[in-house]
C-alpha cells in the first residue's frame, strides 16, 4: 500500500461541532461524551501502545482517519488525497485473486468454489444479515456505538436485530492509479438499508505479516485513526473457509489500533484479548452463507449471520 491518507483534517474542537446538531442540551452531552471516549481511546494507544517506524513494518501501512464524520464520502477523499481514480464496478470482488492467499498452510484450490466466486466478484451479490448481541458486551458496545459510532457514521455495529431487519447494502468500490491503472485500494462499503447508516466502510488487501506463515486477509477501518484487523486464512476439509484474528503476540493476526506518531512511525496497540472469527460455507441447500463471532476476553459479544445470493438469481 501507499502512503498513509489523512481522511480528514478536522481538529478536535472540529470533531465537537461536528457531532448531533440538534440545538437540545442533549446533543451537547452527546457531543462531550463522545469527545472524551475518544481521546481516552487514543491515549491508551499512546500510553500503552509500541512506537515503530514505519519503513520497520510495512505491513501496518493504513489509512488514518482524523476526528470527524468518515461516512460513505471515505473512498473519494481517499482517491482526492492520493490522486487516485474511484470505480463502483458491478463484477469487482474483495479479493480480485483469490490464490494471493496461498501459502505453505493454506491452498486457495481446496476452497469450495462457490465461496471463492465470492471473494472474487462480491459485488455481484446481495447480503441478508442478522445479529445478536451478547449481555457481556452489551452496555460497551452501545456506548462504542452511541457515542462515536454514530457521530463518525462508521462502525455502526448493529445493537438491535431490528436494525438490520430490512437489509443490508453491499458495494465495492476500487480506486486504481490513473493510466496504468493499478489498483491501489479495494472497499466495501456496507449501510443499513433502513437508515443509510454506515455499518462498515473498509479497506481490503492481502499482506504477509512477521510472525504469520502464509499470508492473511488485512482490513483497514479510517476511524480517529485506524482500525486493523489481520486474519488468518484457513481451510476446513468439507471446503469452508475460515478467517481468524486470535493471534497471540504482535506482528500475527489480530486486532491493531493505529495512530501516526510523527511522520516516520506508528503508535500501535495490539489487542490480544480481542478475536473475530468468520466461517464461509456452503449450506446443505446449495446457500452461500457466513457466521461471524467476536468475543473478547473469552466472552462472546456480537455474533452476526449473513446469507449471500447472486444479484441475477433474484436473491
Same mark, same amino acid.
Given at each position: 500500500?501507499?502512503?498513509?491518507?489523512?481522511?480528514?483534517?478536522r481538529?478536535?474542537?472540529?470533531?465537537?461541532?461536528?457531532? &448531533?446538531?440538534?440545538?437540545?442540551?442533549?446533543?451537547?452531552?452527546?457531543?462531550?461524551?463522545? @469527545?472524551? /471516549?475518544?481521546?481516552?481511546?487514543?491515549?491508551?494507544?499512546r500510553?500503552?501502545?509500541?512506537?515503530?517506524?514505519?519503513?520497520?513494518?510495512p505491513?501496518?501501512?493504513?489509512?488514518?482517519?482524523?476526528?470527524?464524520?468518515i %461516512?460513505?464520502?471515505? $473512498? !473519494?477523499?481517499i482517491?482526492? #488525497? #492520493?490522486?487516485?481514480?474511484?470505480?463502483?464496478?458491478?463484477?469487482?470482488?474483495?479479493?480480485?485473486?483469490?490464490?494471493?492467499?496461498?501459502?505453505?498452510?493454506?491452498? =486457495?484450490d481446496?476452497?469450495?468454489?462457490?465461496?471463492?466466486?465470492?471473494?472474487?466478484?462480491?459485488? !455481484? $451479490?446481495?447480503? #441478508?444479515?442478522?445479529?445478536?448481541?451478547?449481555?457481556?458486551?452489551?452496555?460497551v458496545?452501545?456506548?462504542?456505538?452511541?457515542?462515536?459510532?454514530?457521530q463518525?457514521?462508521?462502525?455502526?455495529? &448493529?445493537?438491535?436485530?431490528? #436494525?438490520?431487519?430490512?437489509?443490508m447494502?453491499?458495494e465495492? =468500490? !476500487?480506486?486504481?492509479?490513473?493510466?496504468? %491503472?493499478?489498483?491501489?485500494?479495494? %472497499?466495501?462499503?456496507?449501510?443499513?438499508?433502513?437508515?443509510?447508516?454506515?455499518?462498515?466502510?473498509?479497506?481490503?488487501?492481502?499482506?504477509?505479516?512477521?510472525?504469520?506463515?502464509?499470508?492473511?486477509?488485512?482490513?483497514?477501518?479510517p476511524?480517529?485513526?485506524?482500525?486493523?484487523?489481520?486474519?488468518? &486464512?484457513e481451510?476446513?476439509?468439507?471446503?469452508?473457509? *475460515?478467517?481468524?484474528?486470535?493471534? =497471540?503476540? @504482535?506482528?500475527?493476526a489480530?486486532?491493531?489500533r493505529?495512530?501516526?506518531?510523527?511522520?516516520? =512511525?506508528?503508535?500501535?496497540?495490539?489487542?490480544?484479548?480481542?478475536?473475530?472469527?468468520?466461517?464461509?460455507y456452503? +449450506?446443505?441447500? %446449495?446457500? /452461500?452463507?457466513? +457466521?461471524?463471532?467476536?468475543t473478547?476476553?473469552?466472552?462472546?459479544?456480537?455474533? /452476526?449471520?449473513?446469507k449471500?445470493?447472486r444479484?441475477?438469481?433474484? *436473491?
Open positions: 500500500m501507499g502512503s498513509p491518507t489523512q481522511v480528514s483534517n481538529n478536535a474542537a472540529e470533531s465537537i461541532a461536528g457531532m &448531533p446538531k440538534s440545538g437540545t442540551f442533549r446533543g451537547l452531552i452527546y457531543s462531550i461524551l463522545g @469527545f472524551l /471516549l475518544q481521546k481516552c481511546i487514543e491515549w491508551l494507544v500510553l500503552t501502545g509500541r512506537k515503530i517506524s514505519k519503513e520497520e513494518a505491513w501496518l501501512d493504513c489509512v488514518i482517519g482524523r476526528a470527524g464524520q %461516512g460513505t464520502g471515505v $473512498y !473519494q477523499q482517491a482526492n #488525497e #492520493e490522486r487516485l481514480e474511484l470505480s463502483w464496478p458491478e463484477d469487482a470482488g474483495l479479493i480480485p485473486e483469490f490464490s494471493a492467499l496461498n501459502g505453505t498452510g493454506f491452498h =486457495a481446496a476452497v469450495h468454489p462457490s465461496i471463492r466466486h465470492f471473494y472474487e466478484h462480491t459485488a !455481484q $451479490y446481495h447480503l #441478508e444479515v442478522w445479529s445478536e448481541v451478547y449481555l457481556a458486551g452489551k452496555f458496545l452501545w456506548l462504542l456505538v452511541e457515542f462515536i459510532s454514530r463518525m457514521d462508521q462502525l455502526n455495529f &448493529p445493537i438491535s436485530s431490528l #436494525e438490520v431487519a430490512k437489509g447494502t453491499s465495492i =468500490a !476500487q480506486l486504481r492509479e490513473s493510466g496504468a %491503472g493499478k489498483l491501489k485500494h479495494t %472497499g466495501w462499503l456496507r449501510r443499513f438499508r433502513s437508515n443509510g447508516k454506515v455499518i462498515y466502510a473498509g479497506l481490503y488487501s492481502t499482506t504477509t505479516l512477521p510472525g504469520e506463515a502464509n499470508p492473511c486477509v488485512k482490513v483497514t477501518f476511524c480517529y485513526g485506524s482500525s486493523s484487523v489481520y486474519l488468518r &486464512p481451510v476446513h476439509p468439507d471446503g469452508s473457509f *475460515g478467517l481468524r484474528s486470535d493471534g =497471540a503476540a @504482535f506482528g500475527r489480530g486486532f491493531y493505529v495512530l501516526e506518531s510523527g511522520k516516520e =512511525a506508528w503508535r500501535v496497540r495490539n489487542f490480544k484479548t480481542l478475536h473475530e472469527l468468520f466461517h464461509v456452503v +449450506d446443505e441447500d %446449495g446457500v /452461500l452463507r457466513t +457466521d461471524h463471532t467476536i473478547f476476553v473469552g466472552l462472546t459479544i456480537l455474533r /452476526l449471520h449473513y449471500m445470493t444479484k441475477h438469481n433474484g *436473491g
